[in-house]
């Protein structure tokens, strides 16, 4: 660290990791790479570029807590140092910088609360100004209702008593606070369960030290909240689970179950090994430091705007029996503190990371090697598919979490595949109760996670299921992940890898089905006419020429189909339909264009409700086998304005 403060050179930092990353609202990204830098242009490429010191100090708040060959202990020291020498010029840049930093990155809280706290203990007014400029950060983040952000600054704030920049009378009396909007009267439970939760979640971190020196007041929040907890409801909690049934584990209430959690560590003593606490090996230094009361925070009152976050249930898949017989290590019961702060530090690691697979990964992998002492690569696993598979709806894109899923393949492809293939073979044997949802985006990750890896799965394991009913939830499954290999590979490719006894499962071959061909042995009315009428789409003959062409139907169609006007009107928007498509089936470009082309033909024959249907219905009958491109020329249609978006609903 005190090298790069003295020269901090372009060659040094591309030795970094290649990978930009940023911090979502947090300090701007420091890019790296040939052409990233404004200071590089013109130069060829060649040369060392100075960085202001605004930049580096950034670069190494940032960094702070990384894995690196020195100690965090001593890096902590050394960036203490550098930042004392820096204040005179830099206050206000890096107290900024420190309390972004502290607001985005929940994963590094202690490792912030140690450097503040060091800080303090050396400078006690850089104390005062973090303090002060948290406190204007989380009644910002009350104001416009950033529950997130609320969280991870009530937390880290909770850490400061641990590093004596805060007394421990301010944090209770910052708990008492929220848990006074559980009194409010006629609101929603979302409120005041949002507010308990807060309280909850920041506990761990500093209930050990308020029990030695304020058990009374601990005692009396822990009281309040078990009354909250006594009258609360939870009749949403089906809607929200993966199972229908508490195979192979029971699903709780998220706040239920950090309840039940909390009174646990409660039990026993406070203590826990999984929060990094680096300020202890301070601790000399900073029990005498100077303390910064809070000043009071007002929690806004509800409004017909306010929005808050949705509860949910946690997910479980993995119990003390699924670990493998060698295993030296014992997965925490879902019930201890362990489990969550264990799913906190990585839930916390993803959110921060989230505009990066590459970087979250290395982050979590660094996570997994910190806490060797419990199976972090399981506990890891049910977090991710807990947020694939959360409802009604996952926090992010399904593409960010299958990706980051290979992304940790990759890095830990010793160990992290095969826990996987033991997760996709757990889920596949209790399809039958998994909710339908959730089978679906089952079927959606295990059909890209294989488009990654050749296709090639182990389907012996799973013949089983052609013995099962047509419908039953594993051959839907197998048939599902088959449709979605071909639209993301080819069918020629695939069905070379399918085993013979998963062939039926296979959907049928995806090409058109136009009704008019010429080796046509049936007798279909209108037959004659839709091949007159695509040898003059050959034949490039004018707009005018085929509506002419197709107004003279009743010339091809017999005497008792043209007696009914509706009949002949359905034939004719048929006969388009299937001609125009027909011409365009090589690719999706040549249809969209032919669409296009023909628009005025379409525009002239569907002048209602009915007769637009009728299209939907032709093309859906061209399209049978074919659904992804059934969908993207329905969409062409809409935006085309040939069929309007309520007709779509109706048909």
């Known amino acids: 660290l005190r090298s790069s403060m003295a020269s901090w050179s372009w060659r040094e930092e591309r030795k970094r990791s290649r990978d930009d990353y940023e911090i979502r609202d947090g300090p701007p990204r420091i890019k790296r790479g040939r052409w990233s830098d404004p200071g590089r242009r013109g130069s060829g490429g060649r040369g060392n570029v100075e960085i202001s010191t605004e930049d580096k100090l950034e670069s190494l708040v940032v960094r702070l807590g990384e894995k690196t060959q020195s100690s965090l202990e001593s890096n902590l020291e050394n960036l203490s140092e550098i930042i004392c020498n820096e204040l005179t010029e830099y206050k206000d840049h890096i107290i900024k910088i420190i309390t972004r930093c502290a607001g985005d990155l929940a994963e590094k809280t202690t490792v912030y609360s140690a450097l503040v706290g060091i800080l303090n203990a050396r400078k006690f007014d850089v104390g005062e100004e973090v303090v002060d400029l948290l406190l204007e950060d989380l009644k910002l983040a009350l104001s416009v209702n950033n529950f997130q952000k609320i969280k991870t600054l009530v937390r880290f704030i909770a850490d400061l008593v641990n590093s004596r920049v805060i007394p421990s009378s301010s944090i209770i009396s910052l708990f008492d606070t929220f848990m006074t909007v559980t009194y409010e009267p006629g609101i929603s439970q979302l409120r005041s369960d949002w507010y308990t939760y807060i309280v909850l979640s920041a506990l761990p971190w500093v209930a050990g030290e308020l029990l030695s020196k304020r058990q009374t007041e601990l005692d009396r929040i822990l009281t309040t909240i078990d009354t909250y907890m006594s009258k609360r409801h939870t009749t949403y909690l089906p809607a929200l689970q993966v199972w229908t049934t508490d195979r192979p584990h ?302 003279s139907a009743s010339s091809y169609l017999p005497e008792d189909i043209v007696s009914d006007e509706s009949k002949t009107l359905q034939i004719k928007i048929s006969i388009l339909a299937h001609c125009v498509l027909h011409v365009g089936e090589k690719t999706i470009s040549h249809c969209f264009t032919a669409l296009h082309k023909f628009r005025s033909l379409f525009l002239d024959l569907l002048d209602g409700d009915e007769t637009k249907i009728i299209c939907l219905n032709a093309v859906a009958q061209f399209y049978i086998s074919n659904p992804l491109v059934h969908c993207l020329v329905i969409d062409r249609l809409v935006r085309q304005q040939i069929i309007d978006n309520l007709v779509v609903i109706k048909w």
């Not at 929060?275 to 017909?304: M, Q």
């Not at 050749?454 to 052609?466: A, E, K, L, S, T």
């Open 250 to 551: 029971p699903q709780r209430d998220y706040l239920e179950l950090l309840w039940i959690q909390i009174l646990k560590m409660k039990d026993e003593g406070w203590k826990e090994n999984i929060v990094l606490r680096p300020y202890v090996a301070f601790d000399s230094e900073i029990s005498s430091a100077y303390s910064h009361p809070l000043h009071n925070i007002v929690v806004p009152g509800h409004t017909c705007d306010s929005t808050y976050p949705l509860p949910s249930a946690v997910f479980q898949c993995f119990g003390e029996n699924d670990l493998p017989a060698h295993s030296n290590l014992t997965l925490p019961a879902i019930d201890s503190s362990a489990r969550y702060l264990a799913t906190e530090l990585i839930y916390s690691t993803i959110l921060s990371h989230s505009t990066n697979r590459k970087h979250c990964a290395l982050q979590l992998n660094i996570l997994v090697e910190r806490l060797h002492h419990i199976p972090m690569e399981y506990i890891l696993v049910e977090v991710l598919f807990g947020l694939i598979f959360q409802l009604p709806a996952p926090p992010h894109s399904l593409v960010y979490y299958g990706s980051l899923i290979i992304e940790l393949c990759k890095i830990r492809a010793a160990t992290f595949p095969t826990i996987l293939t033991q997760l996709t073979n757990l889920l596949f044997s209790h399809l039958d109760h998994m909710n339908y949802v959730v089978a679906n985006r089952f079927a959606w990750w295990f059909s890209y996670h294989l488009s990654n890896y050749q296709y090639i799965w182990d389907w012996n394991g799973w013949f089983w299921c052609m013995q099962c009913a047509p419908d039953h939830p594993s051959r839907w499954f197998i048939h599902e992940v088959f449709g979605r290999c071909v639209r993301l590979a080819s069918y020629e490719v695939f069905v070379e890898l399918v085993p013979e006894p998963l062939v039926p499962l296979l959907p049928s071959i995806p090409q058109p089905m136009f009704l008019y061909t010429e080796q046509s042995t049936e007798e279909i009315p209108g037959i004659d006419l839709a091949r007159k009428l695509l040898q003059a789409i050959r034949a490039k003959e004018p707009i005018e020429e085929l509506l002419s062409l197709i107004n």
